[in-house]
């Protein structure tokens, strides 16, 4: 009898799509994970530093006699000593910027609270910081302003001694014809918003390790940073070296969220004194100095005019945004491009002319947390619509509804100038995800009353997102003999995923054992310049980058497998690290077989025609809110949201919870506070409020996609989607739910404060 023979066919399914629990994961939850600060090191010798007290003062002398003399002192160091610092640091700033660089070592004058005057270096860190509360400076107290409404008050005191104004920049972005937006007979609406800083709020504080390096006869540093290149930069410059001499790496980092995206003085400091006293050296903040140091985001002003014409289509936006860049001209200089450009949010706007000042304050410089900016924009927009439905008597998700870019408008050029080509919507379907995110909303049973004596409300929000930027991002795979692929990518991730992100797309474009990839991110050795982390980006250009690489390399593999199996390479296929012929199934080879003993590489640049691509969302919320103590329950939340092909969806849905969680903190707690003068009240977490498990809850996701052609995978950027609308979306709520008690009520502060609500609901506007 004949045997049957069956040819069995695995189709192996793709990697990209896949759901899979994060492979960095085991490694961090154990307590595995290599910080900054776990490098272990003979000789290590540790920093402190002396910091201001006060926002404003002049630096006399400062007494170090003391000090000097305790137990373990190696050296006390003020910026006289440092001659190598003078130049201080340079950021990002837009051009006519009355720039006030950020220095390394102040020498002259204390602009804020927390700006370090000295540093002390000792055997120990409790003799390092039981020293540096001895050194003596002699400050004499200059008048300060805490806030931009301060900055700019009449009168008020400038931030810098030899000023004669606060005011860093005033511009303004326009375009369309505004006149004719706000022509007579036009419906308008008006609001003045106000926003508290925020902190990064990471749970690694910024911590530094440095030490000589033998194997480049220069420096190696360990660093809690989102950015390994523009550490490696500063450090070279300050140095005095070229910048092959200088390795930074940021193995593990405990979070970053924007704040960790600039260089700061200590990695500089850091690794000048492991240079000048050729032995390792290592800096650790404590959380209250990380908190008075680290960059914030927010502070800002918001007024802002919304026009229509009698059946609620949007003529134009006018108004004006004052933005607080703290002390020095850092990376918050470049936010007000940002916030501006996503006051558009979803919606066909005919024109639009908002003007925006840059404003020093004696706070620490600001910078980019969670969102970048692009919260405040969306909250301004969100909010004054909601403002014009009323005038118009519409239902607030009607007046969205009216307005929404249409699928067929898409792409969809703005008129908003940026780049080359301005903002271009290369992708969405804005109607659909409103539409979905009502749904899901439901109706609950309080929401036109009250529910256990609580005022209920709905608010519901529309975003797009502008997502990565830059060009020239790197990728390199080395595909060793023994079939490990070892993945470089220059990108330094603190919670991103990166190594399991990096991991399926190359074992997909690669066409190699997932388990057989090992990736290495963060680290300056193994790549050309890299940018930062940062604007939701390492989908899009990392991943790209990596997608690349991986095609380069099964490239090079198919070649040299033609001629093995004597075949030509375009009719090989490689699934899972084995060689086949197509249409011949018996004819097959592991592709180890064909490496060389020195195995192969393969580099990519990604380099996108259009460096933006853009994510879309629509959020929607039902809150209760008590009257007598003004808390605030959400009672249900949903993201609907459009972030293209998901890498893996595991991830993606775990960017979204944790990226709610944070808008729920602007929206609700968070306040980096200071006062009138310039003096910081909230440098630890007794004071700093973050969310916690029992207020976040878990909200509701609806997940469509759209095709981009902004890159060839269709990826698109997560990391702040989940963010960016929550502030507007529960402020629509809770203003919704006060004013059942009080109909002239207006959420106008972040965050919403239970003693803000008490105060509305007693005294109405």
């Keep these: 009898m004949a045997t049957e023979r069956r040819l069995i066919v695995v189709v192996v399914p793709p990697y990209i799509g896949r ?30 530093f002396c910091r201001s007290t006060l926002p404003h003062a002049r630096i006399g002398a400062i007494d170090r006699s003391t000090a000097v003399a305790m137990p373990g002192v190696i050296a006390i160091w003020t910026a006289d000593d440092l001659p190598e610092v003078s130049a201080g640091l340079s950021d990002f700033g837009p051009p006519g910027i009355e720039q006030r660089g950020r220095p390394i070592m102040n020498r002259d004058e204390v602009n804020y609270v927390g700006e370090a005057y000295a540093m002390v270096i000792a055997e120990t860190a409790y003799q390092a910081q039981d020293a540096a509360e001895q050194v003596a400076p002699d400050f004499d107290p200059l008048p300060g302003v805490g806030d931009v409404v301060s900055a700019t008050a009449e009168g008020a005191p400038t931030v810098h001694a030899d000023m004669k104004s606060n005011i860093a920049q005033s511009a303004s972005t326009a375009y369309g014809d505004i006149k004719i937006a706000f022509a007579p007979g036009n419906v308008t609406a008006k609001i003045r918003l106000t926003t508290a800083r925020v902190a990064g709020a990471a749970m690694e504080p910024r911590t530094v390790t440095a030490t000589p390096d033998s194997e480049t006869d220069g420096i190696k540093v360990w660093t809690s940073t989102q950015n390994v290149f523009g550490v490696k930069g500063a450090i070279a410059s300050v140095l005095g070296v070229d910048e092959d001499k200088v390795r930074v790496l940021a193995e593990d980092v405990g979070g970053g969220f924007g704040a960790k995206g600039s ?89 639009m002319d908002v003007a925006h000042q840059l404003v020093y304050t004696n706070a620490v410089p600001s910078g980019f947390i969670r969102g970048g900016g692009r919260p405040l924009g969306n909250y301004g927009m969100e909010r004054v619509i909601d403002r014009l439905a009323r005038e118009l008597n519409l239902e607030p998700a009607e007046l969205r509804r009216r307005n929404l870019i249409q699928p067929e408008q898409i792409p969809y050029t703005t008129g908003f100038p940026a780049g080359r080509s301005g903002y271009v919507y290369d992708s969405g379907d804005y109607p659909r995800l409103l539409e979905l995110a009502l749904e899901k909303l439901g109706r609950d049973p309080g929401r036109d009353g009250q529910a256990d004596g609580r005022l209920v409300g709905v608010g519901v929000a529309c975003c797009v997102e502008s997502t990565g930027f830059g060009r020239g991002e790197p990728a390199k795979i080395h595909l060793a003999k023994d079939g490990i692929a070892h993945v470089y990518v220059g990108s330094s991730p603190q919670g991103q995923g990166h190594e399991t992100m990096v991991a399926l797309v190359v074992a997909e474009k690669l066409g190699w054992p997932f388990e057989k990839i090992r990736v290495t991110a963060g680290d300056t050795k193994h790549v050309p310049f890299a940018l930062l982390t940062a604007g939701s980006r390492s989908a899009v250009m990392v991943g790209s980058a990596a997608a690349q690489a991986g095609a380069a390399m099964r490239k090079q593999v198919l070649e040299r497998a033609g001629e093995a199996l004597d075949a030509d390479a375009q009719d090989l296929v490689l699934e899972d690290g084995v060689i086949g012929v197509r249409g011949a199934p018996a004819r097959h080879l592991p592709a180890t077989d064909v490496l060389p003993d020195e195995g192969l590489e393969a580099f990519a640049s990604f380099d996108p025609k259009r460096p933006l691509a853009f994510s879309s969302g629509c959020h929607a919320a039902v809150v209760a809110v008590d009257p007598e103590t003004g808390q605030v329950e959400v009672l249900r939340y949903v993201i609907a949201h459009d972030t293209g092909k998901a890498i893996n969806p595991v991830t993606l849905e775990g960017q979204l919870h944790g990226g709610y969680a944070h808008g729920l903190g602007y929206a609700l707690y968070e306040a980096a506070v200071y006062d009138a003068e310039g003096s910081y009240r909230t440098a630890s977490f007794l004071d700093y409020t973050i969310v916690s498990t029992g207020e976040v809850g878990e909200p509701v996701l609806v997940h469509i996609e759209t095709p981009t052609d902004a890159n060839p995978e269709g990826f698109k950027g997560a990391g702040e989607s989940g963010t960016i609308p929550v502030p507007a979306t529960i402020a629509n709520a809770v203003e919704d739910a006060l004013r059942k008690r009080r109909p002239d009520a207006v959420v106008d502060r972040l965050p919403i404060t239970s003693d803000r609500i008490v105060e509305l609901l007693s005294s109405g506007r």
């Design 19 to 48: 759901r899979m629990r994060r492979v960095e994961d085991q490694r961090l939850i154990t307590g595995q994970g290599r910080y900054a600060g776990d490098i272990k090191l003979d000789g290590l010798a540790h920093i402190a």
């Design 263 to 351: 260089v700061f003085p200590e990695e500089v400091l850091t690794a000048l004194a492991a240079w000048r006293l050729k032995r390792p050296a290592r800096w650790v903040a404590s959380r209250s100095e990380d908190g008075a140091t680290t960059a914030q985001g927010h502070g800002s002003v918001i007024e802002l005019e919304l026009a229509a014409n009698r059946d609620g289509k949007l003529t134009g936006l006018r108004g004006r945004l004052i933005h607080d860049v703290g002390a020095y001209a850092g990376s918050g200089t470049g936010q007000p491009g940002i916030i501006v450009g996503h006051m558009i949010s979803a919606y066909v706007l005919p024109a």
